[in-house]
Every structure is written in C-alpha cells, then in structure tokens.
C-alpha cells in the first residue's frame, strides 16, 4: 500500500523559510521521480517542483518559474523522502502543498497547509 505523508507546514511571515518533507512508503521509492505541488484557494492545482530518480546520467529538477531562485526540492534515498526548502517565503506562496509520486497509478499525500502572512 503506497503512502504519501507530509509534514512541516505552517503560519509564516513574508520572507521566512520553510521546510517539507514527505515520507513515502509502500513502492520501490529510488526508482521513481517526485514531485510538489500546490493548490491555492480558487486556484488549480500547479506544479512547484519535481526530481528525477537517480541516474548514470545524473539527476533531472524542474522548478515552477515562480518559485525558481527560492525553493529547493531534494531527495533522501536512504530515508524514503523528498523535501521542499522554500526560502523568501510570499504571501502568494500561501497554499497546500502536496507530494506526488507515480508509479504504475499517481499517488498523492493528504496536503499540508502553508500560510505565508504577517
């Protein structure tokens, strides 16, 4: 059974830091790339950032423009988890964020809310 589960949301101030975390159990979690997404109040649901599997060719990130230069999106094999370090926090940053991952199906976590405000 594939399990998603974040944690490290929270209330911050402009220009503060967070970090998430998301620990996956349940599939073989190195061979398979993972993602962050967030949705937004009224908003889709939009793509932060998302990081290959490790490779003899390295490894593949991808960040959303609008958070590029801010967040850094990392992976501990050994550990089953990925993380999101967000940096220069913005109000507009304020949304759950959730973990993805897709192996045979697309799994997602339960979401953990980040507010950014002061």
């Known amino acids: 059974q594939v399990q998603l589960v974040e944690s490290g949301g929270g209330l911050v101030q402009p220009g503060g830091s967070l970090r998430l975390s998301c620990a996956a159990s349940?599939?073989?979690?190195?061979?398979?790339?993972m993602s962050w997404y967030r949705q937004a109040p009224g908003k889709e649901r939009e793509l932060v950032a998302e990081?290959?599997?490790?490779?003899?060719?390295?490894?593949?990130?991808n960040y959303a423009q609008s958070v590029e230069g801010r967040f850094t999106i990392s992976r501990d094999d050994a550990k089953n988890t990925v993380y999101l370090q967000m940096n220069s926090l913005k109000p507009e940053d304020t949304a759950v964020y959730y973990c993805y991952a897709k192996t045979t199906r697309e799994y997602w976590g339960q979401g953990t809310q980040v507010t950014v405000s002061s």
């Open positions: 990081i290959s599997s490790f490779s003899s060719f390295g490894i593949y990130i």
């Open positions: 349940g599939f073989t979690f190195g061979s398979y790339a």
